[in-house]
T-cell receptor
Framework: DAGVIQSPRHEVTEMGQEVTLRCKPISGHDYLFWYRQTMMRGLELLIYFNNNVPIDDSGMPEDRFSAKMPNASFSTLKIQPSEPRDSAVYFC?????????????FGPGTRLTVL | GESVGLHLPTLSVQEGDNSIINCAYSNSASDYFIWYKQESGKGPQFIIDIRSNMDKRQGQRVTVLLNKTVKHLSLQIAATQPGDSAVYFCAERPLGYQKVTFGIGTKLQVIP
């Protein structure tokens, strides 16, 4: 199993530009989570999906952030327009619940730098 | 840019010694607890978990202890190795919720 796949691994952009982060969860997992990690705030949950449906987006910082999951194998997190304070590492994680397994498996992250 | 960040607690341990990393949680409704390890430049990696109906669980070289009375969780690593150097996070999840809350983490430094 390839694990959770995220792309790009690094993104450098200028303030005001649109940024799209991508995630492919582990096949068969029905939960997908997006997290942001900064030195200031640690690891924060932004949004999570169950069976491709957004369940809790209360962690999304503002309307500039949006996330979609068009199918079970793909999700995007979009920031438009981006700001320097969005600079962070963004992690995607997936989780299955069959057989009692409910551990999250994290991807390698996307390091975003907004200049 | 950010000039002030979280001050991670740091634990320095001699190679071969046992390590104990502690975590206090706040939500008495939490019923599932997990320890994650995060190496530099990587995502958090699951180590071991425990449910609230247990007070101890053992894995390979790791043991998690749960004290619900004082809302305390600990991770014990036996015979610590240089490869154990990382930031360790405890995480909790309340009954009936899918949302996991992570602690700030503890940095473990293994001295060869």
């Amino acid at each position: 199993d390839a694990g959770v796949i995220q792309s790009p691994r690094h993104e450098v952009t200028e303030m005001g530009q649109e940024v799209t982060l991508r995630c492919k969860p582990i096949s068969g997992h029905d939960y997908l989570f997006w997290y942001r990690q900064t030195m200031m705030r640690g690891l924060e949950l932004l949004i999570y999906f169950n069976n491709n449906v957004p369940i809790d987006d209360s962690g999304m910082p503002e309307d500039r952030f949006s996330a979609k999951m068009p199918n079970a194998s793909f999700s995007t997190l979009k920031i438009q327009p981006s700001e320097p304070r969005d600079s962070a590492v963004y992690f995607c994680a997936s989780r299955g619940t069959s057989g009692g397994l409910d551990t999250q498996y994290f991807g390698p992250g996307t390091r975003l730098t907004v200049l | 840019g950010e000039s002030v960040g979280l001050h991670l607690p740091t634990l320095s341990v001699q190679e071969g010694d046992n390590s104990i990393i502690n975590c206090a949680y706040s939500n008495s409704a939490s019923d599932y607890f997990i320890w994650y390890k995060q190496e530099s430049g990587k995502g958090p990696q699951f180590i071991i978990d425990i449910r609230s109906n247990m007070d101890k669980r053992q894995g390979q070289r790791v043991t998690v202890l749960l004290n619900k009375t004082v809302k305390h969780l600990s991770l014990q690593i036996a015979a610590t190795q240089p490869g154990d150097s990382a930031v360790y996070f405890c995480a909790e999840r309340p009954l009936g919720y899918q949302k996991v809350t992570f602690g700030i983490g503890t940095k473990l430094q293994v001295i060869p």
